[in-house]
């Protein structure tokens, strides 16, 4: 097999016909094609986690969650990405490839992923009429912070801890926090008091 190189230029039209064919998935960015990264197992139980929860919340209601595998088309013929976890309420999203109408869109934060995710993507993303809220989820320690269009069109930033109840308003839905990373493990930091009592109990 030839390896493919990270970035190749196609037409938006050529790259919805031969994206799915790939093995790996690919975001597209003004005509540049963007292989995307792997990710951890706690990037991966986290948005599992999310969207099952999601999913539960939803079961009875006109909504559909998706991981992973759905695009957003973020700008027709311009952009196309890959969230970790979309959800449409829009009758109309009915595209099998394409979830052009979202209302809640999730980011599990990576080192990789975060700068753009919180700057490019955001700025992209914010100019779809039908997003209500943009959520980030920290990986390495508990953290979650939801970005929400209020009635003047304005993003507000709200933070969540592990011991809070998190409510998404576009779904109306509430969610512990510490539901979020149920059999995630947090990366211990060795902090100098455990180093002094390390010393201590070797002496």
Known sequence: MVALPD??????EEYLVWEPTQEQRYEYWDGEVVAM???TRNHNRISLNFSKLLDDALAERSC????????????PGQKYFYPDVVVTC???????QL???????IEVLSPSTEAADRGKKFAKYRQSPSLQEYVLVQVAQ????????????KW?????NLDEILRLES??????????????????????IDMIDSQYQSA
């Open 7 to 12: 970035y190749i230029l196609m037409s938006a």
């Open 37 to 39: 990264s792997g990710g």
């Open 64 to 75: 559909e969650v998706y991981i992973v595998d759905i695009k957003v088309e973020v700008e």
């Open 90 to 96: 829009d009758e109309r999203d009915d595209d099998p």
């Open 99 to 105: 979830v052009k109408s979202p209302c809640l869109i």
């Open 142 to 153: 508990p953290g979650v912070e939801v970005f929400r269009r209020n009635e003047q069109g």
């Open 156 to 160: 507000v930033l709200s933070e969540y």
């Open 171 to 192: 779904v109306d839905v509430e969610i512990a926090i510490a539901h979020l990373y149920r059999q995630v493990q947090f990366e211990t930091e060795v902090t100098e």
